[in-house]
């Protein structure tokens, strides 16, 4: 059995040696290089764009602008899950068009695509092109971009409000608040950050007017998608003559899911110079430029009886969306961060409002975790501050408040219905890897001692996976469906091709889709290849986000293998002269137990083609299209201890120790869910203590466009991180799995913070604003001495 094994990825040996394919990697003749110009304001008119002496420099093969692309009929984005507002008010959709037209409206917006024979060529000539801005008044600030006195940034909107929701029951929710014994309230901010994947954007568009195609090679997650958005809404070319390849991706985590404008402008440039056409974003570049995530700011409470019960909890969050609305961005705070508030908890009764608000700032995408973490920093915040005022141990506030094992499935206040879990199980395996009273105890000492401080830090959460089409469509998805695809093919020589709708971009697809086709199959896992990724060879499927790729693609694989399996049966029955049921299949060969007559997965293959003594009515070649719909959602859930040492005299936050049980179901390979883990983690800690995409709210101007001024985590910055699991397999799905590829972040927001917070209580410090740098904690610590 694969299934299950500790199986080293198959794929990691091409990428440590250098050989991964990646989107720059590629080199077509005559590629040419293009340039943006960017907007350097946060808001203001284009007066005149003047590209005479851009023009006249050497190399230069075409310089274009958004009247340009709106003569040629290029088209906007669209946005695919709109969100409608409690108040029935259809407030305009605003989304981005290709390059910008009229005004610009946040700092880093295109404006003008200039192409030529070379790089430096066409950096150059960007530097010749002259515009003529009128500065307009700007809004950078979430909290503030509902405020009397601030701009409305698109002239079609009376406010900055994009929709308006709420969810739960809000008379009981203030009923249960007006009865309880203890209220405890924070107002948080969840800062915005951008994803900084190791390979940055990167595109190669070329057109061949012999076929009147496009080709699009693009470091994207979902190529299928992509492609279906450029032949109805951008590029507006038929679908049919538009390939979208996404060779080897070097990390998206969401911010790849989205459609940006360099994709769709650089396959028309390409038409227009009639060469193919390559653009690499720069670091700098992508920090103003590539979609964003987070940026919330929530008002929250959270309601409980005399014995530490939770009866009730409150948010009200302001949610950024940046410019311009995404495709799927809104539907991120209004759907996936409202349902996930509840997290393990028996509550009664429990009231959310979101606002998502215009401000002028990059647009706003999904980012590992979307929505669920920002979800969970506000619950498990809470829950910790409870815990500490009501005199009550982190672990035991918890015991006393989560959904027994027995209880699931379970009914929460906002209508989801969970299907397996045991959070007891969750807390007291993962307090016992952490070691938790050794570390209190130890805790105790240092406080004693003075210098620096430990910090213990619990967060749990439940994460919602795999939502079915039909329940997708219900929360008012227009396009994007909930199943995805597989084919398996059998080639003559016995070799086996698996081509996946998903895709993967650092999740060991190669790996995990083999060992599920090799049990199948009843084959060895090295005749295996599997392929994602190129819209001309791999049938259509929705990519990879949201945890969902095992859920769905892989469970397509599973069924196709199956089917496949029995076909091969039945040809290998037919050749040894024997029913199917006498015949077994083990590590490709087809045998009748109990004797020597058996015949290889080749044998099968080559008679599969040869198609001359095949069983009545069966038709030639092995070849299997399968897909996968899920009957319901799936919940992975989770713990993360985290224990943090704090030096008072400079602010600065160690991470000391990190422990973390996972509940993905089935594990397919505990290799892969062990790095899924630490990069989720890693990206958590990151955003908890570091990373922060802040502007100059005086100025508008981003203030972190460097790797200087956004700080991301290295390795220096973790300790080894424990990883256990748990295993409660799904109940809806035949393989038993949830998901893994987020959980690590989703529960590490909450986890330091709780962890610092704790760290710093005897001086009186109840919250601190993420990142929690040095100079923040510092600030917290002297501002605490002067109370």
């Avoid at 979208?244 to 899911?257: A, H, I, L, R």
């Avoid at 986000?545 to 496949?564: D, E, F, H, P, Y």
């Avoid at 600065?652 to 899924?676: A, F, L, M, S, W």
Wanted: include cysteine; aromatic fraction near 6%; glycine fraction near 10%.
């Amino acid at each position: 059995m694969y299934v299950g094994a500790p199986v080293k990825r198959l794929e990691d040996r091409r990428f440590l040696t250098g050989r991964g394919s990646f989107v720059d990697d590629i080199v077509l003749p005559g590629t040419v290089q293009a340039i943006f110009v960017r907007s350097p304001h946060p808001h203001a008119k284009i007066k005149q764009i003047n590209s005479d002496r851009a023009s006249k420099v050497p190399g230069v093969l075409g310089i274009y602008t958004g009247k340009d692309c709106e003569e040629a009929g290029l088209g906007r984005f669209v946005v695919w899950s709109p969100v409608h507002s409690r108040d029935n008010v259809a407030r305009p959709e605003e989304t981005q068009f290709m390059l910008a037209l009229g005004k610009v409206l946040y700092v880093g917006e295109p404006v003008v695509l200039v192409v030529a024979e070379t790089k430096y060529a066409a950096l150059t000539a960007a530097d010749e092109v002259e515009i003529d801005y009128e500065p307009l008044p700007f809004i950078t600030d979430t909290s503030k971009a509902l405020d009397d006195d601030v701009p409305v940034i698109h002239d079609s909107m009376e406010s900055n409000l994009v929709f308006d929701i709420d969810m739960g029951d809000k008379a009981a929710t203030e009923a249960a608040f007006s009865a309880a014994a203890h209220v405890t309230e924070i107002t948080l901010t969840n800062n915005r950050i951008t994803a900084n994947p190791m390979e940055p954007r990167a595109i190669l568009a070329s057109y061949d007017p012999a076929s009147d195609g496009f080709t699009l090679w693009v470091s994207h997650q979902a190529p299928h998608m992509l492609k279906r958005d450029l032949a109805q809404n951008t590029l507006k070319h038929p679908e049919h003559k538009i390939r979208v390849v996404s060779p080897d991706v070097g990390g998206g985590f969401g911010m790849k899911v989205a459609n940006h404008p360099e994709e769709p402008l650089l396959l028309w440039a390409s038409r227009r110079v009639g060469r193919p056409v390559r653009w690499t974003s720069t670091r700098s570049e992508g920090l103003i430029a590539d979609s964003q995530a987070r940026d919330h700011w929530t008002k929250c409470k959270m309601a409980l009886d005399e014995n530490g019960k939770i009866l009730a909890i409150s948010a009200d969050t302001l949610a950024g969306l940046g410019a311009f609305q995404t495709r799927m961005g809104a539907s991120i705070p209004a759907h996936f961060y409202s349902r996930s508030l509840i997290g393990l908890y028996k509550m009664p009764t429990a009231y959310c409002r979101v606002r998502g608000v215009h401000t002028n700032t990059p647009p706003i995408q999904a980012y590992r975790g979307a929505g669920r973490p920002e979800a969970i920093y506000v619950l498990e915040s809470l829950v910790d501050n409870a815990a500490v005022e009501m005199g009550i141990d982190l672990r035991e506030i918890r015991r006393r408040n989560f959904i027994l094992k027995e209880e699931f499935p379970y009914k929460v206040p906002f209508g989801i219905t969970y299907d397996t879990a045991d959070p007891i199980g969750l807390l007291d395996k993962g307090a016992d890897l952490f070691g938790y009273d050794q570390l209190r105890e130890k805790q105790k000492a240092m406080r004693s001692e003075g210098g620096l401080q430990l910090g213990i830090g619990v967060a749990c959460f439940i994460d919602c996976v795999g939502t079915p089409s039909k329940v997708a469509a219900a929360m008012g998805r227009k396009i994007v469906g909930g199943w995805d695809s597989a084919a398996i093919r059998i080639l003559p020589s016995g070799k086996i091709t698996v081509l996946a709708g998903s895709h993967s971009h650092g999740q060991g697809h190669a790996t995990s889709y083999a060992q599920i086709a090799a049990d199948w199959l009843g084959c060895p896992i090295d005749t295996i290849d599997v392929v994602e990724g190129d819209t001309d060879r791999v049938q259509f499927g929705h990519g990879t986000w949201g945890s969902r790729s095992t859920i769905t693609s892989g469970i397509a694989v599973a069924k196709a293998a199956q089917q496949l399996q029995l076909k091969c049966r039945k040809i290998a029955a037919h050749m040894l002269e024997c029913s199917d049921d006498d015949v077994t299949v083990e590590n490709g060969v087809f045998h009748i137990p109990g004797t020597d007559r058996n015949v290889t997965l080749e044998d099968v293959a080559q008679m599969a083609y040869q198609g001359g003594n095949l069983p009545p009515g069966m038709e030639p070649s092995l070849e299997q299209l399968s897909f996968h719909d899920p009957a319901d959602r799936s919940f992975a859930s989770g713990i993360h201890y985290c224990a943090v040492l704090v030096d008072p005299q400079t602010g600065r936050v160690k991470v000391h120790k990190y422990t973390v049980i996972d509940d993905c179901g089935t594990i397919i390979n505990p290799i892969i869910i062990k790095g899924q883990a630490h990069g989720g983690i890693a990206q958590g800690v990151g955003q908890a203590l570091m990373e922060d995409c802040t502007f100059d709210h005086a100025s508008g101007q981003p203030l972190s466009g460097t790797f200087m001024d956004y700080a991301m985590p290295r390795a220096i910055d973790f300790p080894p991180f424990d990883v256990g699991v748990q295993e409660t397999p799904a109940p809806s799905n035949p393989l038993g799995v949830k998901g893994a590829g987020e959980s690590g972040t989703i529960g590490a927001l909450a986890a330091v913070r709780n962890a610092v917070v704790d760290a710093l209580r005897p001086q009186g410090i109840k919250h601190i604003d993420m990142p929690m740098t040095p100079a923040r904690v510092w600030a917290a610590i002297e501002a605490a001495k002067t109370k």
